[in-house]
């Protein structure tokens, strides 16, 4: 007569098959969450970057504004990894000593007012600024438009072309975001 109840071997059978079914799905559930993460962490890359654009753009388009038409504002110097500017911050026509710049540092981009730094996104991997005249035509670089000790001079950049490349290493996958935008500078015609 036989005992009601599970033998060892079937016992061994069952704990194995739950074993591989739950390694098989703590697995799935260990690579969706590190999928996640990896997106959450490309996803916040994402957004840095927007928000450094929309500060370098709104920047460059301040750049010679000049309500009182001085000429004193507009760039001091300019070349692929940095932009030397002016704009008439208090709107009074008069140049406070107010130089403004953009520049690429090692791997980050840096907002300079005055000798006030903050920092606009680290880990840039590439950065270029692009000047451009009347009818779209390329300027050659460095571009020079205020004579800094006259504080006047002729405005010749209409356009401002950048691009950002952003790269990191998550998690052992490598994460690589590039923007480019055309600003029109608004206070300088075109």
Sequence with gaps: MRKKGFTIVEMIV????????????????????????FQMEYSRMSSKLSLSTDFIEKQIRMIGF??????????????????YYTYDENEDGAYDDSLYSIRLQNDSLYFYEGKNRSL??????SFRLTYYGERDSLLATPVAEIDTTTMSGSRIVRKISYYIVINKTYMGKPIKIKTNSDVVIKNMGG
């Design 14 to 37: 069952v704990i194995t098959v739950l074993s591989v079914v739950m390694t098989l799905v703590i697995g799935s559930f260990v690579s969706l969450q590190r999928q996640a993460n």
């Design 66 to 83: 000049d309500p009182k038409g001085s000429g004193a504002f507009g760039i001091i110097q300019g070349d692929s990894q940095y932009i």
């Design 120 to 125: 606009i996104i680290a880990g840039v991997d």
